[in-house]
C-alpha cells in the first residue's frame, strides 16, 4: 500500500522560514464551523427528541417556546 507523502513547501524570507500549508487555514475554520453547527442542531434533535418530535426543532414556535422556558429575551 502507498503512503501519502505531504511536503510542505518552505521559503525563507528575511531570514525567518515560513511554511506555506497545503490546506488553508481559512478552509479549515470554514469546515469547523460547519461541523459545529451540524453537532448542534443533531444534539437538539436528539436532547428535544426525547420528549417530542425531534423535527420540531426545527419549527419557530419552538425555540420561541424554549427562549420563554430559560428566561432569555426574544
Known amino acids: 500500500m502507498k503512503q501519502l507523502k505531504f511536503e510542505e513547501k518552505v521559503s525563507v524570507i528575511n531570514g525567518t522560514e515560513v511554511i506555506h ?3 488553508p ?3 479549515t475554520v ?3 464551523f460547519i461541523l459545529m453547527l451540524l453537532l448542534f442542531v443533531v444534539g ?3 436532547g428535544y ?3 417530542h ?3 420540531d426543532i426545527f419549527k419557530p414556535s419552538t425555540w420561541t417556546h424554549l ?4 428566561g432569555s429575551g426574544v
Open 21 to 23: 500549508r497545503r490546506i
Open 25 to 27: 487555514i481559512l478552509f
Open 30 to 32: 470554514c469546515v469547523v
Open 44 to 46: 437538539m434533535m436528539i
Open 49 to 51: 427528541g426525547i420528549l
Open 53 to 55: 418530535s425531534p423535527l
Open 67 to 70: 427562549f420563554k422556558f430559560t
